[in-house]
């Protein structure tokens, strides 16, 4: 939930408008080895916006959430590992792939059975990244928000305004999340140490 897959049915369009100075920090391009490499690892999810009331009170239910993106460029594709905060309890899903679509500058994710698709928007920070929805659609068009860090600095948050107006939505229309709220750091660290004891055990069977 939180890249917000549910959205259906994408028109996507790059959001780069090279007249417009609001949007002149975004970047629509095609996906490359470098680029997969700028978003792997740990990302947090700081806000979003979205146009169909469903999705944007989905949305607000999450309090943090965080994921790790694991690339693997032969088969492109990318490990989905996240944890989400919803309500008093951390969700913990680790067995989902994104595919990667090089020349749409694009990535999906099968959601039963429907491959639902995303815009990859880089900007000139590269701590921090988007994903556009249905940009072409006035009742499902969407903007989420994501960056190295739990919380972002106050240039960082103007990039993600200047792109919200520039896709014509509001900012009284962001949800945003809060880390104070998050329930999944003792589970991640429990993860962590699981993980170093079997790197441990297999350099002690090496």
């Known amino acids: 939930m939180a890249l917000s897959w ?10 780069l408008d090279a007249q417009s100075p609001v949007c002149a920090n975004l970047t629509a391009m095609p996906i490359t080895n470098a680029t997969l490499e700028q ?10 916006a979205f146009r169909k009331p469903d999705f944007n009170q989905s949305s607000r239910t999450i309090h943090s959430a965080f994921f790790y993106f694991a690339v693997n460029h032969r088969d492109d594709t990318i490990l989905l590992t996240e944890y989400l ?12 792939y ?15 059975g429907t491959e639902v698709f995303a815009h ?19 009742q499902n068009k969407g903007l989420s928000f994501y960056a190295d860090k739990p919380e972002v600095t106050e240039e960082q948050m103007r ?8 896709i014509g939505m509001e900012k009284s229309e962001i949800s945003y999340t ?15 140490e699981e993980r170093l004891k079997e790197r441990e055990g297999d350099t002690a069977l090496g």
């Open 6 to 15: 549910v959205l259906a049915a994408l028109s996507l369009l790059p959001l």
């Open 98 to 112: 994104l595919k990667v679509q090089r020349k749409n500058g694009t990535v999906s994710k099968n959601e039963s």
């Open 120 to 138: 990859l928007l880089l900007t000139k920070d590269p701590k921090i990244f988007m994903l556009a929805f249905s940009l072409k659609d006035e």
């Open 85 to 96: 905060t919803i309500g008093n309890q951390c969700i913990y899903n680790s067995s989902s």
């Open 178 to 192: 809060d880390a104070k709220k998050d329930l999944c750091g003792p589970l991640e660290k429990e993860h962590k």
């Open 39 to 48: 978003i792997s690892g740990k990302w947090f999810y700081i806000a979003s």
């Open 159 to 166: 990039v993600f305004h200047e792109a919200i107006r520039c």
